[in-house]
């Protein structure tokens, strides 16, 4: 069919500026014929003779659309689109259009994520929102980030914000194809989150995934490839200073084995003459000892020098691509989007590949019934990390010593090749992440189906059931060369072979009455609703040792021992009944008020259910008659809030004395034991949160400037934590509901078009701050030891102080004379060039007492700013986001900076600037090697963990319209770019960890990326 | 839905609820008393004990190890291996005051029995507890968090006192053997042995009390008259003691293990390893940065006394895989060929608490301290005849006095309990730690002549430093510790 075409022009200007407007998307409605505006804002299209509509488009303007008529010029002018107030934000068990929202929350679309290369929906929200505070706290391929809504108000139960993925409640976002995501709203005030009760304390992140659209299938294609290097390495000594100080460690041993005779200037021949003489044969023990090896005269020569961190990272590649189509008829709408994601990680043998497949399904099956449902498998294949951690390689990498014999490389200690006999016992971390075989699977099934049914006048009745089920795999192969003890060792004999099964299930069913109703100037929506959720882990580990030989990972019990073999089990429900009622009145007089009942099976007999309320008004000021000659302000809006929220996040059964298998042999033969192995707690019950929220939004100059503004308090209440317990109680440690933390804060967030027109800058700037305290503790308010490690704690809980407060021996330099020691406060068995503490209280001795607070691991002020620049075709985008007033305890630092470690393996570069004597006394802040006072933890780890990040830059570039193609973008990209801080205790200064030490965290990537966004 | 679908019964576990209903589980709860001493081993025997003493020198490690405080007398309260086991020891307590509180509805015949083994167990723990730490809090009932933190520490004296009255009632109900199936439990005899060495230890450092002496006597007097091939007796061989094949064989009492992978096994062998070859085991040694010191691995413990190779042995292989002298370990435990063994902590030996060539020598070392050498003489040659070792004889310089005899007492105990964790103790009560331990450290750390002076708060270790916090200010820490 050629039906007579005719062509209609124009120009396209703005409202504000009277700008014309370039790259403008000029489309007849319902078809896929369209054109752009050239840089003088002009356009020509080829339309039908008869009707048509053209649709005009551009990114931060309003739509508009202009039927033809017979017109041959049409020349609309853009108004500038601010977050439109009609515009629909979803909120807990529905959606509210954005002017009306009474609490606090914040959000981000589908844009942001798909301009730049995310591969992880975590690492979209990084300094997007006022108050969501995101941690990457290891760089592993597909770990998850550390998301905080507004500070930390938990103590031992998890502070994790709840996530809910259309609509379904889930553990965690992995397996989350970032591009299928449509937007993202975090639900901060206890007031917005309140609808999801005993799970609403950490704040909700609300995830929509993209649904189809009616009209002509749209397929899309987006992929990006990118080169990751390591963004940082730890300062070590290379392998001349480290023979350097393992030359000096020989003298020292070498003049004390005999004081009257024995100098450090002796020869090789002397020594090895004199040991003879003071009849201590020479054996190769003593050789070493006390003489220097004759190969270090001879350099690289005679031995390979390794530099052991450029050994185990390497630029690494990792590239998605996603394929999507949508669309739909009158009846059905669909979004089906499948990805591919190959993620090498920086450092050898870390890999992730994740696949995804997500369908959206929508049909209006009659009149009044709607169907939706959404199908979501995912697979991840990873290598499980293995560097990040106590143990793990790269703390191994930093404290490998630096020389290693002669052909041996990087290879040293891994068979066939062996250590360094200067050194101690090690294997290279090469070998180690080569020849362990890791491999993690997990596979994720995300489906639900519901249907929405029209009752009457206004009442809707949803019913939903979904399911959420995970099966994890991980299998570990460590072969016998794979040992640092390989030598002598028989094939298989040292090898081990693990398989892990985990199986989780998660069932909810919900149903939710909904009714909306709008009389005159008013409005009203209200929900009733019911959910029960249940979930059960099934898991299961076997490992066996001793496998025949090292071929193979598969083992049977007949050629190989068994070290565990082991089922557990855990099953949790929780049900709910909520309600809430939304009211306007001229979208002026905004109330909201809600209730929600939750009952846990995690909690004692004595109180299995909380009652979580919240109310919230608003007040529309720009809407009354009084404002309407102020057209200065566009908008104004005030908020308050008030709600109470829960948080039950511990494990299952906290509430019970259970009792553990402790058996005994008796002749021969294994008796079953059992013993208790906790207190019972009927009365484990919610831990609440009552918050309270005041907002203020505004726009001015024409919405060129937003303005949201918040500031709250959270009392958290019967905060379930795990006490410490006298060991006199046959226990450690037992989950109460005891303690009160207060957080409060204030959140700015700016969006500012600073310029507008052909050439558009747009500022979008964030700035939270958070102070939180702890206002009750135990019975009697004890402080409470935390961030325990072996070696002790380093923090504590104390009433009247920050969470977490780094409670440490205040290490002030090394005593550099025996004048020093004699005179000054010391403990008691201080020698010269040991640290030096400060006498805290004055007493004129450093005691427990003079332990003092230094700081704690939560930051104050959190910013984040992007700068958006497009011209013509081209944007640019600028990222950076900063914390200030947190500190870090670095515990891989501690262990290759610490007194006592020897002169055998690696150390922080700063040791070549030790105290040696008086006569030396080095930087005045590293102490001697022998240091007596070695094992305190003291300041010397602690370290500031401000920071400011050059977080991304992305260049983007879209091209012309062209008739093959619907939209086409190309951008490149730089993900941590640059960091500006001063951690040197570890690789990154976000690498807090599991009770605020950085353990070895796994680096963070800078990444270059060139990725494509293709619609046909 | 119902809201009985939130009345989740663990899946796991059984609770406490519903338990200690018949005698059955009753014995399950005894059980889990003796499953509490299978940490003494590793963490009071060779951690603390056996590391504070001469028989190991740790070396300055690589990475910080608890032990090498220990060996070092570096401690602090925040030693990790001391939190460890003073709450591995209190565990022991409370599971004997479990059982002992819920034992009380019940009349069946084993009911005697079960509280003495719950009371001897707890008497054991305290002897440990009061050795290391010094005066310790008394607990002889289950607590409640709030009763927890007011629980005072108690003078050693008392300490002592509250050990005895569990010895003597666990000596007064104990059977004096069991069936097969029941070997290994504690005896009246065990108890006996047990008390015979706290009023030893009572008589020596830091109670001093000289009354303690004869009722020592006593009770090593009935437990040596005890001895007999079926009961306890010297072990012929030397070797033999320490065989899975004699387990309660020879010894007046042991903790128990068993190989299988069911975490019933020995770590010790292990431990106190460093390379075996794998004709010895098919697991090798920790190897802890430790060397033994002159006086065992040399030429001052004389090879003619058998116990020497029973002992120790040093095997390290070269690089082409032959085996060459070198590192000197404690292979005592280790059966040389041990087969069964599923993982390096499984080996199936047991570890003698009380052996009854202990009593032999604490009997001698009574009768000594009596002043009567002549007794003394028989008993340490029974000991010494029997490892290879001449007979003492009234005209031996050993024998010329009192000084002298104590100290041939004590050097025999040494060879006789090496890697037991007897050494440490034994110089404490005898009152030679600290000239012996100064000297020692002198002559093999890299300190050299610097090492420190050491002192009487060098005898106990500080009360770990979360137990201290648990209500601050209420204990105070021993003295010359942060």
């Known amino acids: ?1016 | 839905c119902k809201e009985d679908i939130l009345q989740i019964q663990p899946v796991a576990n059984n609770t406490v609820d519903g338990f200690y209903q018949n005698e059955i589980q009753v014995n399950q709860g005894v059980m889990a008393i003796y499953n509490g001493t299978l940490s003494l081993p590793e963490n009071s025997y060779w951690f603390l004990a056996e590391f504070r003493s001469d028989n190991v020198a740790a070396d300055i490690a690589t990475v910080q190890r608890d032990y090498s405080d220990v060996s070092n007398f570096n401690t602090t309260s925040q030693t990790q291996q001391l939190q460890a086991t003073w709450t591995d020891l209190f565990e022991i307590v409370y599971r004997s005051n479990v059982l002992q509180e819920r034992i009380q509805p019940f009349n069946f015949a084993r009911v005697p029995q079960f509280k003495g083994e719950a009371r001897f167990l707890r008497a054991l723990a305290y002897f440990d507890l009061v050795r290391f730490f010094g005066a310790v809090p008394i607990v002889n009932k289950t607590l409640t968090i709030e009763e927890s933190k007011q629980v005072p520490r108690a003078p050693v004296a008392d300490v002592y006192k509250f050990i005895v009255d569990d010895l003597l009632f666990a000596a007064d109900n104990l059977p004096a053997s069991y069936a097969a199936a029941d070997k290994g439990r504690a005896t009246k005899w065990a108890a006996k042995a047990l008390l015979g060495k706290v009023y030893l230890t009572m008589y020596g450092y830091p109670l001093r009390q000289t009354s303690a002496l004869p009722l020592a006597k006593q009770q090593l007097m009935d437990v040596y008259a005890a001895a007999s091939p079926t009961t306890f007796s010297v072990a012929a061989n030397f070797a033999d003691l320490f065989k899975s094949a004699n387990d309660n064989k020879y010894a007046v009492f042991e903790i128990q293990f068993q190989s299988g992978g069911t975490g019933l096994g020995n770590p010790i062998p292990w431990q106190q390893g460093q390379v075996f070859p794998t004709n010895w085991s098919p697991f090798t040694g920790f190897a802890a940065d430790f060397t033994l010191p002159p006086a065992l691995f040399g030429a001052n413990w004389p090879k003619a006394d058998k116990r020497k190779a029973a002992t120790l042995d040093s095997v390290v292989r070269n690089a082409s895989g032959a085996i060459v002298a070198g590192r000197p370990e404690f292979t005592k435990f280790l059966e040389k060929g041990v087969a069964g063994v599923q993982n390096r902590t499984d080996y199936p030996n047991n570890f003698p608490i009380i052996r009854f060539e202990d009593v032999v020598l604490m009997y001698a070392e009574v009768l000594t301290e009596e002043g009567n050498i002549a007794q003394a003489i028989p008993l340490v040659n029974q000991i010494r005849t029997r490892s290879g070792l001449t007979a003492f004889t009234l005209a031996s310089p050993e024998a010329a006095s009192q000084a002298n005899f104590r100290a041939a007492i004590l050097k025999e105990r040494r060879y006789e309990f090496v890697a037991e964790g007897q050494r440490w103790h034994d110089l404490v009560r005898t009152g030679n730690a600290i000239s012996v331990m100064t000297a020692f450290k002198r002559s093999t750390t890299a300190a050299g002549a610097n090492f420190r002076q050491l002192d009487d708060h060098d005898l106990i270790f500080p009360i770990p430093l979360l137990e201290l916090r648990i209500n601050p200010g209420f204990w105070q820490q021993n003295p010359g510790y942060n």
């Open chain 1, 1 to 1016: 069919q050629s039906a007579a075409t005719r062509a209609v022009s124009g120009k396209v200007t703005t409202a504000d500026t009277k700008e014309a407007l370039p790259g403008v998307t000029v489309l007849l409605k319902g078809t896929t014929v369209g054109t752009g505006t050239g840089p003088d804002g002009t356009y020509t299209l080829q339309v039908p003779e008869q009707g048509g509509t053209l649709v005009f488009s551009f990114v931060g303007y309003a739509s508009k659309e202009v039927a033809i008529n017979g017109q041959t010029t049409i020349s609309p002018v853009l108004d500038v689109d601010a977050k439109g107030l009609d515009e629909v934000v979803v909120v807990g068990y529905g959606t509210q259009k954005a002017g009306n929202v009474t609490g606090a929350v914040t959000g981000i679309t589908a844009k942001e994520i798909e301009e730049r290369p995310v591969n992880r929906i975590e690492n979209a929200l990084v300094g997007q929102m006022p108050g969501v505070y995101v941690q990457t706290t290891t760089g592993e391929p597909g770990a998850e980030l550390q998301i905080r809504v507004r500070g930390a108000a938990s103590i031992n139960a998890s502070n994790d914000p709840l996530y809910v993925v259309d609509g379904v409640p889930v553990d965690n976002l992995r397996g989350i194809n970032p591009t299928d995501v449509a937007n993202i709203e975090v639900l901060k005030d206890a007031a917005s989150a309140a609808i999801y009760g005993s799970r609403g304390s950490n704040g909700v992140v609300l995830v929509t995934t993209k649904r189809g659209k009616k009209g002509a299938a749209k397929l899309q294609f987006s992929g990006y490839t990118g080169v990751q290097l390591a963004e940082s390495r730890l300062k070590v000594q290379s392998a001349e200073e480290w023979i350097q100080m393992r030359k000096e460690g020989i003298d020292i041993d070498w003049v004390n084995q005999n004081p009257a005779l024995n100098r450090p200037e002796d020869s090789r021949a002397t020594r090895l003459q004199r040991l003879t003489v003071n009849g201590t044969p020479p054996s190769q023990t003593n050789v070493i000892r006390y003489t220097y090896d004759p190969k270090w005269q001879y350099g690289q020569d005679s031995l390979d020098y390794v530099d052991w961190q450029k050994a185990i990272f390497r630029r690494a590649i990792m590239q998605q691509y996603t394929v999507g189509v949508s669309g739909g008829t009158d009846n059905v709408t669909y979004n089906v989007n499948g990805s591919f994601l190959n993620q090498n990680g920086i450092i050898l043998g870390s890999d992730l590949q994740r696949a995804t497949l997500r369908a959206n399904i929508d049909a209006q099956i009659r009149k009044g019934i709607k169907l939706f449902m959404t199908l979501a498998p995912s697979m991840e294949w990873s290598s499980l990390g293995r560097v990040d951690g106590t143990g793990g390689q790269a703390l191994n990498a930093a404290q490998m010593p630096p020389v290693s014999p002669k052909g041996a490389g990087i290879y040293a200690g891994a068979d066939p090749y062996f250590t360094y006999n200067y050194s101690g016992r090690y294997i290279s971390p090469v070998a180690v992440m080569e020849r362990t075989d890791a491999n993690g699977t997990r596979t994720r099934l995300n489906a639900n189906m519901g249907l929405n049914l029209d009752l009457y006048k206004g009442f809707q009745l949803q019913l939903l059931g979904a399911m959420d089920n995970g099966y994890f795999q991980d299998q570990i192969y460590t072969p016998t060369n794979a040992s640092r003890d390989w030598v002598g060792a028989a094939p298989g004999s040292l090898s081990t072979s693990r398989y892990s099964q985990t199986f989780n299930t998660r069932y909810l069913f919900q149903s939710v009455l909904n009714y909306t109703r709008s009389f005159g100037d008013h409005s009203l929506n209200a929900i009733l609703g019911y959910s029960v959720e249940r979930t059960k882990v099934d898991f299961s580990q076997q490992e066996n040792g001793q496998l025949p030989n090292d071929q193979t990972y598969l083992f049977d019990r007949a050629n190989s021992t068994v070290n565990r073999s082991y089922i557990t089990a855990g099953k949790e429900a929780l049900l709910s009944y909520f309600a809430r009622a939304q009211y306007d009145y001229k979208q002026r007089y905004l109330l909201s008020a809600s209730i929600r009942r939750d009952g846990s099976s995690k909690f004692g007999a004595n109180r299995p259910f909380g009652y979580f309320p919240a109310v919230s008004a608003g007040w529309r000021i720009s809407g009354e008659n009084f404002m309407q000659g102020v057209t200065f302000i566009s908008d104004l809006k005030a908020r308050a809030s008030w709600g109470v929220t829960g948080n039950n996040r511990i494990p299952n059964d906290s509430q019970f004395s259970l009792l553990g298998v402790s058996n005994y042999s008796l002749g021969g033969a294994s008796i079953n034991g059992y013993a208790p192995i906790g207190f019972q707690n009927r009365d484990l019950g919610w831990e609440q949160t009552a918050s309270w929220n005041y907002g203020l939004d505004f726009s001015v100059l024409n919405n060129r400037l937003q303005v949201t503004a918040d500031y709250y308090t959270k009392q958290t209440t019967d905060l379930l934590y795990q006490v410490p317990l006298s060991s006199l109680t046959g226990f450690t440690r037992t989950y109460v509901n005891i303690g009160q933390v207060y957080n409060q804060g204030v959140e700015l967030g700016l969006t500012s078009r600073n310029v507008v027109g052909a050439f558009e800058w747009t500022t979008n700037f964030n700035a939270s701050y958070n102070k939180n305290r702890v206002e009750k503790l135990d019975y009697d308010d004890t402080p409470v030891p935390t961030g325990s490690s072996p070696g002790g704690f380093v923090s504590l809980l104390q009433v009247g102080l920050p969470i977490n407060s780094y409670y440490l021996y205040d290490a002030i330099g090394v005593y550099q004379t025996q004048a020093e020691v004699d005179n000054e406060p010391k403990l008691s068995n201080t020698r010269v060039g040991d640290i030096k503490y400060r006498d805290v209280n004055g007493d004129g001795k450093i005691t427990d007492a003079d332990r003092t607070i230094m700081g704690n691991p939560t930051p104050k002020y959190i910013f984040g700013v992007t700068n958006t620049f497009r011209y013509k075709g081209f944007d640019l985008n600028v990222l950076v986001n900063a914390q200030q007033g947190a500190y870090l305890y670095s515990l891989i630092g501690r262990s290759i900076d610490r007194p006592g470690m020897g002169y055998l393996y690696n150390h922080a570069s700063n040791w070549n600037n030790r105290w040696k004597s008086e006569a030396e006394p080095g930087d005045g802040k590293t102490p001697s090697i022998t240091a007596q006072n070695s094992s305190l933890l003291d300041s010397r780890w602690l370290y500031k963990s401000d920071y400011i990040r050059l977080k991304n830059i992305t260049l983007g570039y879209t091209l012309p319209k062209a008739r093959f193609y619907n939209g086409a973008r190309l951008y490149v990209a730089l993900e941590n770019a640059y960091i500006w801080h001063n951690y040197t205790g570890g690789f990154s200064p976000e690498a807090l960890q599991l009770g605020g030490f950085d353990n070895g965290s796994y680096p963070q990537a800078r990444t270059y990326t060139l990725g494509f966004n293709l619609t046909l």
